[in-house]
């Protein structure tokens, strides 16, 4: 029996696992879409720009750990796919692109829309091929497959006009094969680390996402060490909570005090299953064991003593079969001082950050003072929002961040206790994904709750796939932190000295625009409405968009604030209140 290019394509994926394809539809993609159409196993949605439907498939690859896929046709279709795939890419979500070309005898001509594919996915793509006959299939789509799944990256394969409804000669069906090796590094490696550790006095381990999957040996290691550990943006998810009691947050410009001393005050630090990328973060002059899987990973960020390349479960677990036993009878070997002491600041920090998120906070006397200086409209902080959204929102929710402030006040206040995830663009660092991530996740699961905290300047790049949202019901909700603000950029700004400019955002009523478009809406200005809100918007069906108006001159302190950015902030607000004294005359 012969077969379509399309049909191939669609049937293996569907047999694959893969539940949504994300694109635009036209021309070049029509046998592909028509394919899913077709089939009961895909279901195809269809977004207002393709950079959203990328976004939503890296969400799915790295949410599920399988395969996402989306689709862009000729020319500009695929060209506004590049963003999110850089995002997939850079998060190592597993993803296929599938890209449409101009017909086969036109190709190389400059023919109406034509892109060179190959090309403009190069550096994004770990696989990237364009069919020129059907004879080529299954192998390519397997190869593609294969290698978007083994590396953890995109693959793009392009498929021209004519060639989705040409017939294949053969009826072979598609076989992937994925079974991903254990890999575990060499012996003598981890008996040089296990010497390290045993004679070291104060441990601190900086924990990745790529440990998520050991937990539970990464816990009982850090309690044989008795280290405290600080956690990667990405880690929250899976290493936060009360269940876990060595835990101190996370350091960098986002992190606290407590995270930046626990690296600071150690003479070992151990990173697990991380590549985390800001060197200024890694304290010089200590001794550094690291575990990633990925080769490349060791030494990059900073001086590594000791690389062990291996799965960090396998690892963890050969580590503590090496260590030195505690002596019999004894209540343990190793000091817990440096444990003790991190915690301990770590719990104050907490207890600060919990006065600030007081809705209440700004009619104590603290609070009125520090309101005249820097919040005189008496708009509602960003931290009281996060901290109510923690409050209200499930236990296995799904947490999408827009990148900058956003972010910053969800690993702040946003605790991701149980079975809670999280997703954002903490590689690339991109604008305008947290929207789109989480049309990806909840389409997977529309009774799972799936939370979004979007940037005002994030959510109005791409509003056009609110309606996405509302064409497919899905039910997620939009928390808004709408300061009119691009809120890192001025704070980037402020913090060397410069007044803020081009930052302002002349914002429509976004829960106006959401209600127009048949979505609920929820404007937010009162802090004393702000609790009622956030519950009723979490209560209501659907999809629900909750702009709360927050200051826009709220400052995060990073963990180690430097006189330099101090002082820069201070001549920063000299120069906007001189500008503002000037304009107003």
Known sequence: MTRTVAGVIVDALGELGVRQVFGVVGDALNPLTDAIRTTEDIEWVGCRHEEAAA????????????????????????????????????????????????????????????????????????????????????????????????????????????LGERELTTDRPARFSLNPPLSRPDDEAVRRAAELLDRSERITMLVGQGARAARADVLALADRLAAPMVLTLKAKAGFEGDTNPFQVGQTGLIGNPAAASALEDADTLLLLGTDFPYRDWYPEGRNVIQVDTEATHIGRRVPVDIGLVGDTGATVRDLLGRLDAPP???????????????????????????????????????????????????????????????????????????????????????????????IGSYNLGSMANAMPQALGVQVLDRERQVVAFCGDGGLSMLLGDLMTLKTY?????????????????????????????????????????????????????????????????????????LDVLTNPDEIAVPAKPTVAQGWGFAVAKVKEAVRSHGDED
């Open 55 to 162: 976004f939503a498939a890296s969400a799915q690859a790295q949410l599920t750990d399988t395969l996402g896929v989306c689709m862009g046709t000729v020319g500009p279709g695929s060209v506004h796919l590049l963003n999110g795939l850089y995002d997939a890419a850079k998060s190592h979500a597993p993803v296929l692109a599938i890209a449409g070309q101009v017909p086969l005898a036109e190709v190389g001509s400059d023919y109406f829309q034509e892109v060179d594919n190959d090309a403009l996915f190069s550096d994004v793509a770990v696989f990237r091929a364009t069919i020129t006959s059907p004879d080529q299939l299954p192998q390519l789509l397997e190869t593609a497959v294969r290698t978007a799944l083994g590396r953890k990256g995109v693959a793009v394969l392009t498929v021209p006009g004519d």
């Open 328 to 422: 019999a009878g004894s209540d343990g070997a190793r000091d817990r001082s440096h444990l003790e002491k991190s915690r301990e600041r770590f719990d104050q920090w907490r207890e600060r950050q919990a006065r600030l998120a007081d809705p209440a906070h700004d009619k104590g006397v603290v609070g009125r003072i520090r309101s005249a200086l820097d919040n005189r409209d008496h708009d509602i902080r960003p931290e009281a929002l996060a901290a109510v959204v923690d409050r209200v929102a499930a236990d296995d929710a799904v947490f999408t961040s827009d990148t900058g402030m956003a972010t910053v006040w969800l690993s702040r206040f946003v605790e991701m206790r149980g079975e809670r995830r999280l």
């Open 473 to 545: 019901r899905l039910p997620v909700k939009l928390v808004v932190f709408d300061n009119r603000r691009l809120g890192m950029v001025k704070l980037e700004q402020e913090q060397v000295g410069l007044p803020e400019f081009g930052t302002v955002l002349d914002n429509p009523d976004f829960a106006a625009v959401a209600e127009a478009m048949g979505i609920t809406g929820i404007r937010v200005t009162d802090p004393g409405d702000l609790d009622s809100a956030v519950r009723r918007a979490f209560a209501a069906p659907g999809p629900v968009l």
